[in-house]
């Protein structure tokens, strides 16, 4: 069983605009959400994250929004350059619970 | 400011053959954890650690074993290699089991023959 799913295994972006990852999750008890980032041949890397007492949460070029009602959460990137092409992982878990669940992953690509 | 690191970077194994997984982090973190990344699959937690004598399972355990004899390090055994665990290893750690982000290594790619 999913958890947490990412619909879009990839996504592909012009460089100057923004972009728009989704995330939906299905435990109720999730009640904090993180974004990762990943360049090929490295680990992954914490970007942002939201706690559900939040419906959104900025950090320079990168905002995500939690739509608790909807189980859904985006990460917005404005605006995409290169460097953001990797790929994105969203994140979810609770207080107490032992582990982080993780999506497949969408590969974003900015292109110039 | 290693943070977190893994070795080998790259290993091949024979169908049976058992090997184990470095992972050491100097944060001083009371929480570690292993992963494996497959396509189309995301991370999946394969035995975590909340401090130095602790680990439990996580959701797919099965041919993996675990330690944690310092806060530092936590090895991944596997007993007998298989064509699934053909994968990308990653060790995490973070300050506490919930509520803080992890911190991942830059993963060991496995290949099982």
């Known amino acids: 069983d999913q958890q947490v799913k990412q619909n879009s295994p990839s996504l592909s972006v012009q460089e100057g605009r923004i972009s728009i990852l989704n995330c939906d999750y299905t435990?109720?008890?999730?009640?904090?959400f993180l974004w990762y980032k990943k360049y090929p041949a490295e680990g992954p890397t914490f970007l942002i994250s939201i706690s559900s007492i939040k419906d959104k949460n900025e950090d320079g070029r990168f905002t995500v929004f939690l739509n608790k009602s909807a189980k859904h959460l985006s990460l917005h990137i404005v605006p995409s350059q290169p460097g953001d092409s990797a790929v994105y992982f969203c994140?979810?878990?609770?207080?107490?619970?032992?582990?982080?669940?993780f999506g497949q992953g969408t590969r974003l690509t900015i292109n110039p | 400011n290693a943070g977190v690191t893994q070795t080998p970077k790259f290993q091949v194994l024979k169908t049976g053959q058992s090997m184990t997984l470095q992972c050491a982090q100097d944060?001083?973190?009371?929480?570690m954890s292993w992963y494996r990344q497959d396509p189309g699959m995301g991370l999946r937690l394969i035995h975590y650690s909340v401090g130095a004598g602790i680990t439990d399972q996580g959701e797919v355990p099965n041919g993996y074993n675990v330690s944690r004899s310092t806060t530092e390090d936590f090895p991944l055994r596997l007993l007998s290699a298989a064509p699934s665990q053909t994968s990308v290893y990653f060790c995490?750690?973070?300050?506490?089991?919930?509520?803080?982000?992890?911190?991942f290594g830059n993963g060991t790619r496995l290949t099982v023959t």
């Open positions: 944060m001083n973190h009371e929480y």
């Open positions: 994140a979810a878990s609770y207080e107490g619970a032992q582990k982080l669940v």
């Open positions: 435990n109720s008890m999730f009640d904090y």
């Open positions: 995490a750690s973070s300050y506490r089991r919930s509520g803080s982000p992890l911190h």
